[in-house]
């Protein structure tokens, strides 16, 4: 077994060579089934576009989270309490380094080091996430990327995946009751990276340059312009180096 950890933390279904774990997932599995892989083929995020990853060295995974009994305004918080439970996971494998960037990335010190997507399906949300496991200088997709390796964590790809994977089973399960509090909107604001950075946000209506200043009540970035603060409730966004 793959996932031995993150297997006493929910349903885990371990995958082989698999274009996308997004299209593995039933609908009608239960509550933070997970299906998970370190071999994915055609992998996506954001704004259609792809992530690709060699074999054996990056952990690909979607966990359905049932929504039944949770608000509308409640779901739109998944993205960012994703963010957090991994973010999570990662601080204890790399002493505490690990942050999000504004709206689903995790960042090591400024390099990406895990993305996140989540999709409505008709019995929930389907919460994908990948994490650059052991890839080398060399191996990784920009400049501004990294992996665990890189940045100290110990062990070896199944190692890493499996204690990461169980990490963020167990923190997402304990966030969702906090869905949508000011209680969880502080927590994730203390470790957004993003804000008092410089930021540029692509937008369907233009380009916005600012200051991120802050993370509003249902949980838009907040940016000041110079003109006044802008929420932006969706958003590409680059920090300004």
Not at 28 to 47: F, K, N, P, S
Not at 73 to 97: K, M
Not at 108 to 121: D, F, H, P, Q, S
Not at 129 to 147: I, Q
Request: proline share 3%; net charge negative; charged share 25%.
């Amino acid at each position: 077994m793959l996932f031995p950890g993150a297997a006493r933390a929910a349903s885990v279904i371990e995958l082989g060579t698999v274009g996308s774990t997004f299209d593995a997932v039933d609908e009608r599995a239960e509550h933070l089934t997970t299906w998970a892989t370190l071999d994915q083929r055609a992998g996506r995020g954001r704004l259609g576009r792809e992530w690709v990853s060699p074999a054996g060295k990056c952990l690909a995974a979607t966990v359905l989270v049932r929504t039944k009994r949770l608000r509308e305004q409640q779901i739109g918080w998944l993205p960012l309490a994703a963010g957090l439970a991994l973010a999570d996971a990662l601080d204890t494998l790399v002493a505490d380094r690990a942050s999000i960037k504004w709206p689903n990335d995790v960042l090591i010190e400024g390099r990406k080091v895990a993305g996140i997507l989540c999709e409505r399906r008709r019995t929930g949300v389907a919460v994908g996430f990948g994490v650059n496991l052991t890839l080398s200088r060399d191996e990784l997709p920009t400049e501004h990327a990294t992996s665990l390796t890189l940045e100290g964590a110990e062990g070896t790809a199944p190692v890493l995946a499996d204690a990461v994977l169980c990490h963020v089973l167990r923190s997402l399960d304990g966030l969702l009751p906090a869905l949508g509090t000011e209680r969880l909107r502080a927590a994730i604001a203390a470790e957004l990276a993003t804000i008092g950075r410089d930021v540029r946000v692509a937008l369907p209506s233009g380009e916005l340059r600012g200051r991120a200043v802050g993370l509003g009540a249902d949980g838009e970035l907040q940016v000041d312009t110079g003109d006044g603060i802008v929420d932006v409730r969706a958003g590409d966004v680059v920090h300004v180096r």
